[in-house]
């Protein structure tokens, strides 16, 4: 089982990236999905996290400091999950990693499944 995370890259403080997490080997639809970031130095921190509860209703959690910038979506179809990051700050720069657990994934011991990350780079 992997998680592919890709869409990560040098951006502009107040620009857009849109980060995107396709897992193989199985689906992910009863598990929460989340991003993390890490950066040089630092925890792991979380970011946002989405729940199918079936149907069209899902659930998201977001970290405080991305509230409001960020926005974390799923497409069961595609069993993927994305994270559209608005309003980049410097601050933002981190390997940002997809993973996949439990409810509600808001800490990193939560997760039982983490893609390779992808590399979040914003200049001022």
């Known amino acids: 089982v992997q998680l592919q995370a890709s869409g990560g890259g040098l951006v502009q403080a107040g620009g857009s990236l849109r980060l995107s997490c396709a897992p193989s080997?199985?689906?992910?639809?009863?598990?929460?999905m989340g991003w993390f970031r890490q950066a040089p130095g630092k925890e792991r921190d979380f970011v946002a996290a989405i729940t199918w509860s079936g149907g069209s209703t899902y659930f998201a959690d977001y970290a405080d400091f991305v509230k409001g910038r960020f926005t974390i979506s799923r497409d069961n179809a595609k069993n993927t999950v994305y994270l559209q990051m608005d309003s980049l700050k410097p601050e933002d720069m981190a390997v940002y990693y997809c993973?996949?657990?439990?409810?509600?994934?808001?800490?990193?011991?939560?997760?039982?499944?983490w893609g390779q990350g992808t590399l979040v780079t914003v200049s001022s």
């Open positions: 993973a996949a657990g439990p409810r509600p994934l808001t800490t990193a011991r939560e997760a039982n499944y």
């Open positions: 080997g199985r689906t992910f639809r009863s598990y929460a």
